[in-house]
């Protein structure tokens, strides 16, 4: 798999207006100004807060609906597009950003089996909202919310061809025109804050990158800047209309990638007290307080999930594996190897389970069977773990554990 961040109003577009003053010459900073009239539309409102508590599958029917209302409209394109990707992402395990905080990614021989009829949606989309703002620019070269729209399409179909393909290259190029589009709608309107999210996330994931890797992906006149990058997500998260739960949540993750612990959790529970029935919000508290070193808070976090998960309702498709998992590791990194263990084995039992996923917590439940001196059960996941057919990222270390009992931690 994305900060997602403090999104005044998503339901009152009269306190999102008269939140953001412009104090040099006491003006207004009105959003309407700034973005597509159909952003501020109440079911285009009522569907991104059902986005947000991950009810995908009722976000997609209010966005096909407003689609149906505006078949011209490319940002109305856009949010179905966005809407299937990361309700397959989310599917597939890729919204949980411990598989992308670090660079671990980059190198993972994962394989996402992604549904044809999904795939095929999701290029044809992206095709149809890209067409859409051609046209459109060819008839108003001046035309910012189409250049907006442009960027948002292509910097939606980038992160699922970079999550799910691993098509660093082709994303890398994608991503640079999302920018472009992006910097062509400030230059036309300065005050277009949403478009400053895809420029923010270039300059962040640029700045990041070593050289020898963008020149690699063919991109090695392109610099980047950390402190500005997350600066113009702060921007698109405070003014913008479109963007500011997606730039929160990029700001998070960002500042998680850096081990600024403390800012990211600041960001991530502001989204957790707004959604607090965002399975993910709460999931991401509870990682990034893991990854700052406080193991019992962040057992206890992921406790409170599980607890809030068993109450009818609470959390649309609550994918419980991430916590079972989340709460695994953190108490493999307190020592307590008997209850990780026995969490790993919850995770893989979870109906919801990705094979990918699985397989990794059958492998560590393995290791920690290990640890234990309970052999039989250690080989019996590590046979699980590396069993032929679907995922095979964790084969090549669960045979080496089958050869030779796991000794480390």
């Known amino acids: 798999m994305t900060s997602k961040l403090c999104y005044i109003a998503i339901s009152s577009p009269l306190a999102l207006m008269l939140a953001f003053a412009i104090s040099a010459g006491a003006q207004t900073y009105n959003p309407a100004d700034h973005t597509d009239p159909i952003n501020l539309t109440p079911l285009v409102r009522e569907a991104r807060v059902d986005f947000y508590n991950l009810n995908y599958d009722g976000a997609l029917a209010r966005f096909e609906a407003v689609l149906k209302a505006n078949p011209q409209n490319p940002m109305a394109v856009d949010y179905v597009l966005t809407t299937i990707i990361f309700r397959e992402l989310y599917h597939q395990d890729l919204l949980d950003t411990t598989y992308y905080a670090h660079n671990s990614f980059l190198s993972s021989k994962r394989d996402v089996p992604v549904p044809d009829a999904t795939r095929q949606r999701i290029e044809d989309l992206t095709k149809r909202a890209i067409d859409l703002c051609d046209r459109q620019i060819h008839n108003n070269p001046n035309d910012k ?17 970079t999550l799910v393909d691993h098509s660093y290259i082709s994303a890398a190029h994608q991503g640079l025109t999302a920018r472009n589009d992006s910097e062509q709608a400030l230059r036309i309107d300065p005050g277009y804050a949403d478009a400053k999210m895809a420029i923010g996330i270039q300059q962040f994931a640029v700045a990041s990158l070593p050289r020898f890797l963008r020149i690699m992906v063919g991109i090695a006149g392109l610099n980047g800047n950390k402190e500005k990058g997350l600066q113009l997500l702060r921007e698109a ?135 234990l001196h309970n052999r039989p059960e250690a080989i019996k996941q590590y046979q699980q773990a590396s069993a032929g057919g679907g995922d095979q990222s964790q084969a090549d270390t669960a045979r080496k554990y089958l050869k030779t009992p796991y000794a480390g931690k």
């Open 145 to 161: 919310n189409a250049y907006f729209a442009r960027g948002y399409a292509r910097g939606m179909h980038t992160a699922f061809i």
């Open 237 to 371: 998260a405070a003014q913008g209309v479109v963007t500011p739960v997606e730039s929160r949540t990029a700001l998070s993750l960002f500042l998680r990638h850096d081990a600024r612990y403390p800012e990211a959790l600041a960001v991530e529970r502001a989204l957790a007290e707004q959604f607090p029935r965002d399975y993910l919000f709460r999931l991401e508290v509870a990682n990034i307080t893991k990854d700052e070193g406080n193991g019992p808070a962040a057992i206890a976090t992921y406790k409170a999930i599980l607890v809030d998960a068993a109450k009818p309702g609470y959390f649309f498709d609550p994918r419980l594996h991430m916590a079972y998992f989340g709460l695994a590791d953190t108490q493999r990194g307190q020592n307590d190897i008997s209850d990780a263990a026995n969490n790993y084995l919850q995770a893989a039992a979870q109906p919801t389970c990705s094979d990918w996923l699985r397989r990794r917590a059958q492998l560590n439940a393995g290791e920690m069977f290990d640890l």
